[in-house]
């Protein structure tokens, strides 16, 4: 049951931390799941174009799409029961899964996991409707890339967003108002099976992995059906839903 101080915490600050949505027997099968969806990925012959490599070339994989399709084991966290009670809770009674915002796997890998820059999902998707949850398969701390957030922030609704090399849209380092807020920012420490919510418009960055292990998490997202926009930003698609079990 989700308690009334998670959905007050979710809503003042932006994101909350759900623990031990995966345990050690699931991550282990999740794991080896991923690691023949890697395999395949690093290969030229059977790479897809859901496949992204590092930007430093070589063998390591920066991100695999479209994850709830590659396997029930992925679509079945995305669909949680646990998940969905909080996903009703946070974002409404009628939420589904979007599959085609995030449903990625982000695999940081050791010393080459790239850096993420600051933005907001929003920005990017043209909404303010969208809640994502990270699933982690590792734990996260800064040295391995964590994710970071700036509490609150999605209370100010999008920002003008700036050009930005690693996400599209980006929060701009150079606008002083922006910068301030940033220095606010704050890592969010995960223990691998713990999952974090967090809205749209909260500005989020993570570092690049400057440590020996991998943090690879599932990233989903939800919204209620009556809150998807009827456009979308130029070159995207409209956003499609798929329900949550009951
Ligand atoms: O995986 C990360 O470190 C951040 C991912 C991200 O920026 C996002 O899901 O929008």
Known sequence: MVRQVEIDFFRNEGYLVVGSILDDVRIGMLKALIDEQLER??????????DLMEEAG???????????????????VATDPLVAEYVRALVGPEAGVCVNRHNMMVVKAPYVGRQIDWHQDGANWGTAAIVSLMVFLEDAAPENGCLEIIPGAHRRGLWQAAASERVGLGLSVEDPE????????VPVLCR??????????????????RSGRSRRSFTFAYIVPLDVQPTCPTGMAPVEIVPLPQ
């Open 41 to 50: 990925a690093r290969s030229p012959e059977t790479r897809t174009q859901w």
């Open 58 to 76: 070589g063998q390591a994989v920066f991100r695999l799409s479209r994850v709830m399709e590659r396997h029930e084991a992925f679509q079945s």
């Open 178 to 185: 922006q910068a301030a807020l940033i220095r606010q920012a």
């Open 192 to 209: 691998a099976g713990d999952g974090v919510f967090f809205h749209c418009c909260l500005p989020h960055f993570s570092e690049a992995n």
